[in-house]
């Protein structure tokens, strides 16, 4: 089952199971758009499960998307529905999932997902489901592992954006202000911005000064170098953004996400756009040299898997096989380098990988003298 | 949960909020009683609180006191609902996907009130003793009480036993619905109200369904079947205006002409967006899908009323933000 949010290559997850599952003579099932196959099968002209045959993924290619397609929600506790009496109501169907999975004669179920997904996933083993999770997340917040599988491809895809950014600027002779992905922590944008040569990064662990940033981005263009390039992650903490006159609507998402410090911080998660909205006005007013927000955030959802992510894909698949057939469910596979290891659900939910301040690339774009707005 | 009915008998509902002083549902000044559960699920909702059905766990962090107090991390808490993150201070965070079994009883530990439930289980003659309270100000700005909701019609019963109540009294009273709920449940309301005011959210099925989860068909059938059959009822169809959504010439002319010949339908309001609910996603966990949605300029709102207004044979200047 691949769970919500779409992240590039899957089909490498996918491949990696159904190989690694066919070996030990298993057979393998695919659920269709995460939960959706098996609790409203008859969206599906040709069935909501699809039998994952040797055939089949034989020639599936890795650098495709999902085969398996994903669902925009996983939540089987509270499925949105219209009722006989044409009323919309949410009604918890895990019972039903689980009779369903039963009555398909599935033993165990092997889910890629993220943060929340992992949490469905934990209620789920608690009621007696055989669950392996592998964890799947563009900003690379899944505590428990290293690298998410599709961490990779978003970082090299926001790598190459970043230095189209930056050679536009340098045409333009203007600051490029660009917003990455990344609402809880700033994986993303400091490493990628660290590879592109950015000026400045601002992500979501530091509180970033404005006034400061302005004061050292003045000090960089210079004639001879007259643009810039500022990466900023979408849920960069900017301190001085109640003067910048955010819309406090914007600030909800952050009281959302596990790094919000409420109402009264100054922790704002915006829109999509908006980081890098409020940062490049902010600056044009700041030091009086021109900007130009761009937004690269959805568009590193999609595209080709990375040679990494393609390996990390199938490791994580024949990860969780392997799990299984040592006999452990309720886990999460972690890629904890050289090791693939097997960490229970409950320790991995509840945590979010964020930037430490003792980070080795927080120290290296200090050595390369990025600012990072402290 | 408050104390339990002295007449066991009578119907009990479940009450989001109680609020007195308002001006804006109904005539003269009112109390309005809004009732948990609704039936549509529009990507504007205002009012997420009140859509589920049963009482459910609210959080306002900013009353936290943080890791000192911890007492939400332990019994009888459900596991894994609160936590804090390793090396990081402020208010605890919360697992909204574990919260299910938290109720009145654990959120009355928080010793805050970080915690509490949205909706309460009442009985008619508690509501009603909380709406008399202001009895003399209805009496002489000709208000009374308003139910609303989320969908007061899904608690029939208990709507038309308090309207009955309220009459008695000497209470003036009015809904507000969608009336997406079978014509069973109207039926029972209606014969005890004085005004109705209902949403015409959108007129094209498809479109009504994309925004609010379900088509109108039935919707609109309930209103026809209400304005006919109950020729003694005020109703006030209202359309709550969301740019991109139902803010156009196009909508406002569908309700005219659905309207404009039944006669007890005395007038159309519009009910400009605001962004007013945002705070109650926050405390609710959710994430409010209509992020980008902006509130109508004043021209639209002018134009769109001036339309109104000529179809009722008024002259007026329209006031946007008289609503
Ligand atoms: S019990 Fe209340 S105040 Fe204490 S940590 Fe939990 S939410 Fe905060």
Same mark, same amino acid.
């Not at chain 1, 209620?123 to 690379?140: D, F, Q, S, W, Y």
């Not at chain 1, 643009?227 to 609507?249: C, F, H, Q, R, S």
């Not at chain 2, 909701?149 to 003036?172: K, V």
């Given at each position: 089952?691949?769970?919500?949010?779409?992240?590039?290559?899957?089909?490498?997850?996918?491949?990696?199971?159904?190989?690694?599952?066919?070996?030990?003579?298993?057979?393998?099932?695919?659920?269709?758009?995460?939960?959706?196959?098996?609790?409203?099968?008859?969206?599906?002209?040709?069935?909501?499960?699809?039998?994952?045959?040797?055939?089949?993924?034989?020639?599936?290619?890795?650098?495709?998307?999902?085969?398996?397609?994903?669902?925009?929600?996983?939540?089987?506790?509270?499925?949105?529905?219209?009722?006989?009496?044409?009323?919309?109501?949410?009604?918890?169907?895990?019972?039903?999932?689980?009779?369903?999975?039963?009555?398909?004669?599935?033993?165990?179920?092997?889910?890629?997902?993220?943060?929340?997904?992992?949490?469905?996933?934990?209620?789920?083993?608690?009621?007696?489901?055989?669950?392996?999770?592998?964890?799947?997340?563009?900003?690379?917040?899944?505590?428990?592992?290293?690298?998410?599988?599709?961490?990779?491809?978003?970082?090299?895809?926001?790598?190459?954006?970043?230095?189209?950014?930056?050679?536009?600027?340098?045409?333009?002779?203007?600051?490029?202000?660009?917003?990455?992905?990344?609402?809880?922590?700033?994986?993303?944008?400091?490493?990628?911005?660290?590879?592109?040569?950015?000026?400045?990064?601002?992500?979501?662990?530091?509180?970033?000064?404005?006034?400061?940033?302005?004061?050292?981005?003045?000090?960089?263009?210079?004639?001879?170098?007259?643009?810039?390039?500022?990466?900023?992650?979408?849920?960069?903490?900017?301190?001085?953004?109640?003067?910048?006159?955010?819309?406090?609507?914007?600030?909800?998402?952050?009281?959302?996400?596990?790094?919000?410090?409420?109402?009264?911080?100054?922790?704002?998660?915006?829109?999509?756009?908006?980081?890098?909205?409020?940062?490049?006005?902010?600056?044009?007013?700041?030091?009086?040299?021109?900007?130009?927000?761009?937004?690269?955030?959805?568009?590193?959802?999609?595209?080709?898997?990375?040679?990494?992510?393609?390996?990390?894909?199938?490791?994580?698949?024949?990860?969780?096989?392997?799990?299984?057939?040592?006999?452990?469910?309720?886990?999460? %596979?972690?890629? &904890? +380098? @050289? /090791?693939?290891? !097997?960490?229970?659900? =409950?320790?991995?939910?509840?945590? %979010?990988?964020? &930037? +430490? @301040? /003792?980070?080795? !690339?927080?120290?290296? =774009?200090?050595?390369?003298?990025?600012?990072?707005?402290? | 949960?408050?104390?339990?009915?002295?007449?066991?008998?009578?119907?009990?509902?479940?009450?989001?909020?109680?609020?007195?002083?308002?001006?804006?549902?109904?005539?003269?000044?009112?109390?309005?009683?809004?009732?948990?559960?609704?039936?549509?699920?529009?990507?504007?909702?205002?009012?997420?609180?009140?859509?589920?059905?049963?009482?459910?766990?609210?959080?306002?962090?900013?009353?936290?006191?943080?890791?000192?107090?911890?007492?939400?991390?332990?019994?009888?808490?459900?596991?894994?609902?609160?936590?804090?993150?390793?090396?990081?201070?402020?208010?605890?965070?919360?697992?909204?996907?574990?919260?299910?079994?938290?109720?009145?009883?654990?959120?009355?530990?928080?010793?805050?009130?970080?915690?509490?439930?949205?909706?309460?289980?009442?009985?008619?003659?508690?509501?009603?003793?909380?709406?008399?309270?202001?009895?003399?100000?209805?009496?002489?700005?000709?208000?009374?009480?308003?139910?609303?909701?989320?969908?007061?019609?899904?608690?029939?019963?208990?709507?038309?036993?308090?309207?009955?109540?309220?009459?008695?009294?000497?209470?003036?009273?009015?809904?507000?619905?969608?009336?997406?709920?079978?014509?069973?449940?109207?039926?029972?309301?209606?014969?005890?109200?004085?005004?109705?005011?209902?949403?015409?959210?959108?007129?094209?099925?498809?479109?009504?369904?994309?925004?609010?989860?379900?088509?109108?068909?039935?919707?609109?059938?309930?209103?026809?079947?209400?304005?006919?059959?109950?020729?003694?009822?005020?109703?006030?169809?209202?359309?709550?205006?969301?740019?991109?959504?139902?803010?156009?010439?196009?909508?406002?002319?569908?309700?005219?002409?659905?309207?404009?010949?039944?006669?007890?339908?005395?007038?159309?309001?519009?009910?400009?967006?605001?962004?007013?609910?945002?705070?109650?996603?926050?405390?609710?966990?959710?994430?409010?899908?209509?992020?980008?949605?902006?509130?109508?300029?004043?021209?639209?709102?002018?134009?769109?009323?001036?339309?109104?207004?000529?179809?009722?044979?008024?002259?007026?200047?329209?006031?946007?933000?008289?609503?």
């Amino acid at each position: 089952m691949v769970g919500a949010g779409f992240v590039p290559g899957m089909n490498a997850v996918i491949k990696g199971v159904a190989l690694a599952a066919g070996h030990l003579g298993w057979e393998v099932i695919g659920i269709r758009d995460g939960f959706e196959g098996l609790l409203r099968p008859e969206r599906y002209a040709e069935g909501g499960l699809l039998h994952l045959a040797p055939h089949l993924i034989e020639n599936l290619d890795p650098s495709a998307g999902s085969l398996l397609g994903q669902s925009g929600r996983v939540d089987p506790f509270h499925v949105r529905q219209i009722d006989a009496d044409e009323m919309v109501e949410e009604v918890d169907r895990s019972d039903e999932l689980l009779a369903k999975l039963k009555a398909e004669r599935i033993d165990a179920l092997i889910s890629v997902v993220g943060g929340q997904g992992l949490t469905i996933l934990y209620k789920l083993h608690a009621k007696g489901l055989n669950a392996v999770c592998i964890p799947r997340a563009i900003e690379n917040d899944v505590a428990a592992t290293l690298v998410s599988f599709g961490f990779n491809s978003a970082l090299s895809f926001t790598i190459e954006m970043l230095d189209k950014a930056r050679q536009a600027a340098q045409a333009a002779g203007k600051i490029a202000v660009v917003e990455v992905l990344g609402s809880q922590t700033g994986w993303l944008a400091l490493q990628s911005g660290i590879a592109a040569g950015a000026d400045a990064v601002l992500i979501p662990e530091v509180p970033c000064d404005l006034q400061k940033l302005a004061a050292k981005l003045k000090e960089k263009m210079t004639t001879r170098r007259p643009y810039g390039l500022v990466v900023v992650a979408e849920g960069a903490n900017l301190v001085d953004n109640a003067k910048a006159g955010t819309d406090k609507a914007s600030t909800l998402k952050a009281s959302l996400a596990p790094l919000a410090l409420g109402d009264n911080s100054s922790h704002v998660i915006q829109r999509s756009g908006q980081a890098a909205e409020t940062v490049a006005n902010r600056l044009q007013l700041l030091i009086a040299e021109e900007t130009f927000p761009l937004v690269v955030g959805p568009w590193a959802r999609a595209g080709t898997p990375t040679a990494v992510d393609r390996q990390l894909g199938l490791a994580y698949g024949a990860g969780a096989v392997q799990a299984l057939n040592t006999g452990q469910t309720g886990v999460m %596979v972690a890629f &904890v +380098p @050289p /090791d693939i290891r !097997f960490v229970p659900l =409950a320790e991995a939910i509840n945590k %979010v990988r964020t &930037v +430490p @301040p /003792d980070n080795e !690339f927080r120290r290296t =774009a200090q050595s390369l003298g990025i600012c990072l707005g402290n | 949960m408050s104390n339990p009915s002295t007449t066991p008998s009578a119907p009990t509902g479940i009450v989001l909020n109680i609020q007195r002083y308002c001006s804006h549902d109904g005539p003269g000044i009112r109390t309005n009683v809004f009732l948990k559960g609704c039936s549509l699920r529009c990507k504007w909702c205002g009012n997420p609180e009140s859509i589920r059905v049963k009482p459910e766990l609210s959080y306002d962090p900013k009353k936290c006191k943080g890791r000192e107090c911890s007492l939400c991390l332990k019994d009888p808490f459900p596991k894994g609902a609160f936590y804090f993150t390793e090396g990081e201070e402020g208010p605890v965070k919360v697992n909204w996907d574990l919260t299910s079994g938290c109720d009145e009883a654990s959120c009355s530990l928080c010793p805050t009130g970080a915690l509490e439930m949205y909706g309460k289980t009442m009985t008619v003659d508690e509501v009603l003793n909380e709406v008399e309270k202001d009895a003399s100000i209805y009496r002489t700005t000709g208000g009374g009480i308003t139910l609303s909701g989320g969908e007061c019609m899904l608690q029939p019963d208990f709507s038309a036993a308090l309207f009955g109540g309220a009459h008695q009294r000497g209470i003036n009273t009015a809904v507000e619905t969608a009336c997406n709920v079978p014509w069973t449940n109207i039926e029972k309301v209606l014969p005890h109200v004085d005004t109705m005011l209902h949403d015409h959210k959108l007129t094209i099925p498809e479109r009504h369904k994309k925004w609010t989860g379900v088509g109108n068909e039935r919707i609109l059938a309930n209103f026809k079947r209400a304005y006919e059959t109950f020729p003694n009822v005020d109703f006030i169809a209202r359309t709550p205006l969301i740019p991109g959504v139902n803010a156009d010439e196009e909508h406002i002319r569908a309700v005219l002409a659905f309207i404009r010949p039944h006669k007890n339908v005395i007038d159309y309001e519009l009910l400009p967006y605001h962004r007013f609910g945002l705070g109650k996603y926050e405390y609710l966990g959710k994430v409010y899908e209509l992020d980008d949605y902006k509130t109508p300029s004043d021209e639209v709102v002018k134009h769109l009323q001036a339309i109104i207004d000529e179809a009722f044979g008024r002259t007026r200047q329209a006031d946007p933000t008289a609503k």
